[in-house]
T-cell receptor, first 115, second 108 residues
Framework: ETGVTQTPRHLVMGMTNKKSLKCEQH?????MYWYKQSAKKPLELMFV???????ENNSVPSRFSPECPNSSHLFLHLHTLQPEDSALYLC??????????????FGPGTRLTVL | AQRVTQPEKLLSVFKGAPVELKCNYS??????LFWYVQYSRQRLQLLLR??SRESIKGFTADLNKGETSFHLKKPFAQEEDSAMYYC??????????FGAGTTVTVRA
């Protein structure tokens, strides 16, 4: 599959569960991102990995834990989530260049429901 | 603080009519601005970016630093333009701040 893929596409979990979201990019990019898209709120940047190093953590609660084992894969580990964490979680990737802002390429998202 | 404002949540136009989506931003540096689009059942994708100065699918957007705006325009809307449109501001070359989005419906 080409582009940015995310699994699972849908996830329902209880507040005591532990689960992980997976993102894989097939574009040869060197930066990856996690975004949260809630109803009635703008898309929010959660984490940024640049050359596998985390460069941004936008005050995200510790119940969300990212992992980037290599430049093609990105995970979001979830534990003891709250119902308000229910949202669409989007992964994106880009090629960090030497000038100008990157164009980001998005995955289809994982629809997460926390019961 | 909200850096990107899209004042219209919903926009409905007739096919063939002009359409304009408003975007205002707040940023003290040199802004780089984008429009992303999400068609029904498709992923979010780049429509255009201001530094490219190009027209994509008939859409154009001009950066107005005096008015801190980056409005998206198309002279003749088509039914396939129905989608959710997001204005985004790039900070530090890689962080994107998105507006809340505008849902456009083009009616026949």
């Amino acid at each position: 599959e080409t582009g940015v893929t995310q699994t699972p596409r849908h996830l329902v979990m209880g507040m005591t569960n532990k689960k992980s979201l997976k993102c894989e990019q097939h574009l040869g990019h060197n930066a990856m991102y996690w975004y949260k898209q809630s109803a009635k709120k703008p898309l929010e940047l959660m984490f940024v990995y640049n050359f596998k190093e985390q460069t941004e953590n936008n005050s995200v609660p510790s119940r969300f834990s990212p992992e980037c084992p290599n430049s093609s894969h990105l995970f979001l580990h979830l534990h003891t989530l709250q119902p308000e964490d229910s949202a669409l979680y989007l992964c994106a990737s880009s090629q960090r260049g030497t000038s100008g802002a990157d164009t980001q390429y998005f995955g289809p998202g994982t629809r997460l429901t926390v019961l | 603080a909200q850096r990107v404002t899209q004042p219209e949540k919903l926009l409905s136009v007739f096919k063939g009519a002009p359409v304009e989506l408003k975007c205002n931003y707040s940023y003290s540096g040199s802004p780089e601005l984008f429009w992303y689009v999400q068609y029904s059942r498709q992923r979010l994708q780049l429509l255009l970016r201001h530094i490219s100065r190009e027209s994509i699918k008939g859409f154009t957007a001009d950066l107005n630093k005096g008015e801190t705006s980056f409005h998206l325009k198309k002279p003749f809307a088509q039914e396939e333009d129905s989608a959710m449109y997001y204005c985004a501001l790039s900070e530090d070359d890689y962080k994107l701040s998105f507006g809340a989005g505008t849902t456009v419906t083009v009616r026949a």
